[in-house]
């Protein structure tokens, strides 16, 4: 009986979180999951947000703004993975955004990539974003021998 609701789990959790991410929140049941601190009116706005800066996606590519502002919104909704892509997407437009690598850092770490969030945090500083040390000095602690403010 253990062994199949784990398989069940497994092969019904992608489509279920696709299906969240897909139906823009009308699936309530599942997407107030993703961020309990938010009101289903808060998780609404921030859907609207994403909606609207998906357009500006779609009528300019090219503007590296549009992907961090939707990042920030999927950030906020907890849709980590989505808001890392989005970061990725910025930086591969111009790979001197600071802000991009600071908050591709930040989500990386709840996402739970730690040595990789430093990295960004880390080049987030370097290109000039200075709210970024505070940041490493209190995250960054344990790869602080190995990553350099000199780089």
């Known amino acids: 009986m253990k062994i199949k609701s784990t398989l ?4 019904i959790l992608p489509f279920a979180l696709s299906y969240g991410q897909k139906n823009n929140g009308n699936n309530t049941e599942l997407n107030k999951y993703f ?10 706005a921030i859907y609207q947000k994403i909606a609207d800066y998906s357009g500006k996606i779609r009528q300019h590519p ?9 990042g920030v919104c999927y950030a906020k909704m907890g849709l980590y993975p989505d808001a890392i ?3 990725n997407k910025a930086l591969k437009i111009d790979s001197l955004i600071p802000e991009a690598y600071y908050n591709r850092g930040i989500a990386r770490g709840r996402f739970r990539y ?4 430093c990295v960004d945090i880390l080049k987030a500083y370097q290109l000039g974003l200075t709210q970024a040390k505070n940041l490493f000095d209190k995250k960054c602690g344990m790869y602080r021998s190995t990553l350099s403010f000199n780089n």
Not at 8 to 11: K, P
Not at 35 to 44: G, I
Not at 114 to 117: G, Y
């Open 8 to 11: 069940f789990l497994i092969f």
């Open 35 to 44: 961020n309990t601190s938010l009101s289903q009116d808060q998780r609404q």
């Open 62 to 70: 090219k503007d590296p703004d549009n992907y961090i502002n939707r």
């Open 85 to 87: 892509s989005d970061y």
């Open 114 to 117: 730690t040595k990789n969030a």
